[in-house]
């Protein structure tokens, strides 16, 4: 009686470490790690700075050959901030994306020149022109590298902005004489490239900075007022090209 127990309780002593050692010998398994992806549609707001590069030609003043006014440039540097929306898919190591970006730049400056005659500039008499950017759209497709997190990519497409320009002369004398030649509003539609990075510092929100340069093209416009004394009509011709460098930094959802 006392051998069988005996045996008995070591075949259960060696089946037990038996077991225990069959389970430590069975490596634990690391949970998954989540894989991050950049698939998906996203809102976010944007905020940065503006420099303008507004540059006025001479066509012709007061239609009279011989007459000509300052080349000059207004620049128009400003804040800028802004909502965004877009879609990107991701392949491999690759993304690509569409976007469409609104800001209001609220930017305006103003530049003095001098009228000239034959070549010689006329004397007491000055010419001003202002530039204002109201608003500037930018609708871009992208194209990245992701690795992981981060995101390297260059855009391209359309742009569109309000720009307003405003001319006038005011000529020296007692009294002196102001004449303001009206503010011409327009919506031009040009072109943008940019690059920048992105960083998902969260599972849903990402953070980027970025550059875009946006050329809104050139347009010629007529300034003119009818002069109550002679009924004629003075006009100014200028040929106006708008350009407008951006940084800015944008969070996303």
Do not use: C
Request: glycine share 16%; no cysteine.
């Amino acid at each position: 009686m006392r051998k069988t127990i005996a045996a008995a309780a070591v075949a259960l002593l060696a089946t037990t470490v038996a077991g225990a050692a069959a389970d430590m010998s069975m490596p634990l398994k690391a949970p998954p790690v989540p894989y991050f992806t950049w698939d998906g549609f996203y809102l976010g707001v944007n905020v940065g700075y503006g420099w303008g590069d507004n540059q006025w030609t001479s066509q012709g003043a007061f239609e009279l050959p011989g007459v000509t006014v300052t080349n000059f440039d207004p620049g128009t540097n400003h804040v800028l901030g802004g909502v965004q929306a877009g879609a990107n898919y991701q392949f491999g190591t690759w993304v690509a994306g569409i976007e469409a970006d609104v800001m209001a730049l609220g930017a305006k400056e103003s530049a003095t020149g001098n009228i000239f005659i034959g070549g010689v500039a006329a004397p007491g008499i000055t010419v001003t022109g202002t530039s204002q950017d109201d608003w500037l759209a930018l609708f871009t497709g992208r194209l990245g590298w992701a690795w992981d997190r981060a995101l390297l990519y260059v855009k391209g497409g359309v742009a569109a902005g309000q720009t307003k320009d405003n001319f006038s002369l005011f000529a020296a004398g007692a009294p002196g004489t102001f004449i303001d030649f009206g503010t011409k509003t327009n919506v031009l539609v040009g072109g943008t490239i940019g690059a920048g990075i992105e960083y998902a510092f969260a599972p849903h929100w990402t953070a980027k900075i970025e550059y875009n340069y946006v050329d809104l093209g050139s347009n010629t416009e007529n300034f003119n007022i009818v002069t109550g004394g002679v009924g004629g009509t003075l006009t100014f011709r200028e040929d106006i090209e708008h350009k407008i460098t951006a940084d800015s930094g944008h969070m996303a959802a």
